[in-house]
């Protein structure tokens, strides 16, 4: 079955960077699109980053542009999410997602906290 497994979550400080990690199993990586997708408590869970399946191109939400870079190694079945300048307003949970068979699969989240 599919199984998708973040780490690298954390806390870090104003304008300081984390690194979120997703290893994928269970579907064919190399053919699928890979998302990250953030979440706070009482808000629904939004798109922050997208790439294709050849890893050349890349959407990011308005918030993420600039900051964050999503890239993927296909040889290791696996897809990173780079984060940039943080700003407390990006503390949330993240997960990695991908639709396969018609269904979304989501990781189990981790969570990132950014200080003031």
């Known amino acids: 079955q599919v199984q998708l497994v973040e780490s690298g979550g954390g806390w870090v400080q104003l304008g300081g960077s984390l690194t979120l990690t997703c290893i994928a199993s269970?579907?064919?990586?190399?053919?699928?699109?890979m998302n990250w997708y953030r979440q706070t408590p009482g808000k629904e869970r939004e798109l922050v980053a997208a790439?294709?399946?050849?890893?050349?191109?890349?959407n990011y939400a308005a918030v993420a542009r600039g900051r964050f870079t999503i890239s993927r190694d296909n040889s290791k079945n696996t897809v990173y999410l780079q984060m940039n300048h943080l700003r407390p307003d990006d503390t949330a949970m993240y997960y990695c997602?991908?639709?396969?068979?018609?269904?979304?699969?989501w990781g189990q989240g981790i969570q990132v906290t950014v200080a003031s």
């Open positions: 997602h991908v639709i396969d068979g018609f269904k979304d699969h």
């Open positions: 269970g579907f064919d990586f190399t053919n699928h699109a």
């Open positions: 790439v294709a399946t050849h890893g050349h191109t890349a």
